[in-house]
Antibody, heavy 118, light 110 residues
Framework: EVQLVESGGGLVQPGGSLRLSCAAS????????MHWVRQATGKGLEWVSA???????YYPGSVKGRFTISRENAKNSLYLQMNSLRAGDTAVYYC????????????WGQGTLVTVSS | EIVLTQSPGTLSLSPGERATLSCRAS???????LAWYQQKPGQAPRLLIY???SRATGIPDRFSGSGSGTDFTLTISRLEPEDFAVYYC???????????FGPGTKVDIK
């Protein structure tokens, strides 16, 4: 059974940093592109970052230069390093697996809440 | 960047009724790159439809997707109590690589 379990969320002050983790199990982690998607309370879904099987990374303009996605295949783990955090980054952050054949997310974790506030 | 618009924002229906949800793209999207998700309160999104019309594993056949180009539709033929939720469409764009979600349609009980 595919499982994605996020951790590392919490309260951080504006300008601070936080590192999220996602532990994957039930599939060959190294063979899949992995993503982070966030959702502010009561709002829609926003794609945050992606990492390919070769370690190539992608970001939208809203987080580029502040967030860094990485993976450690030996530990079946995905990470998101978030720096220079702003109030607008407050959201639930989901780890998601990109399907092996097309560009959709077939499995999602339950999310971890990040709150940026003084 | 492709922008997705979903309508209506809220759809108020009764169990047993048919729901028709629209997703419109600001420019043409490959059908292969269009997906739909269901999200219930406090839960992660769940994949319903991929490739515009293919049902994901375990999704009941009352859910169907259609469309091409800039106009896509998710249809729920007969609403069950567990179908009242928010539905999002999502597309992939390649130049540069990006993933975009629509703002969502909430299907609630009338």
């Amino acid at each position: 059974e595919v499982q994605l379990v996020e951790s590392g969320g919490g309260l951080v002050q504006p300008g601070g940093s936080l590192r999220l983790s996602c532990a994957a199990s039930g599939f060959t982690f190294s063979s899949y592109d992995m993503h982070w998607v966030r959702q502010a309370t009561g709002k829609g879904l926003e794609w945050v970052s992606a990492i390919g099987t070769a370690g190539d990374t992608y970001y939208p303009g809203s987080v580029k230069g502040r967030f860094t996605i990485s993976r450690e295949n030996a530990k079946n783990s995905l990470y998101l390093q978030m720096n220079s955090l702003r109030a607008g980054d407050t959201a639930v952050y989901y780890c998601a697996r990109l399907s092996g054949d097309e560009y959709y997310f077939d499995y999602w974790g339950q999310g971890t809440l990040v709150t940026v506030s003084s | 960047e492709i922008v997705l618009t979903q309508s209506p924002g809220t759809l108020s229906l009764s169990p047993g009724e048919r729901a028709t949800l629209s997703c419109r793209a600001s420019q043409s999207v490959s059908s292969s790159y269009l997906a739909w998700y269901q999200q219930k309160p406090g839960q992660a999104p769940r994949l319903l439809i991929y490739g515009a019309s293919s049902r994901a594993t375990g999704i009941p056949d009352r859910f169907s997707g259609s469309g091409s180009g800039t106009d896509f539709t998710l249809t729920i033929s007969r609403l069950e109590p567990e179908d009242f939720a928010v539905y999002y469409c999502q597309q992939y764009g390649s130049s540069p690589a990006s993933f975009t979600f629509g703002p969502g349609t909430k299907v609630d009980i009338k």
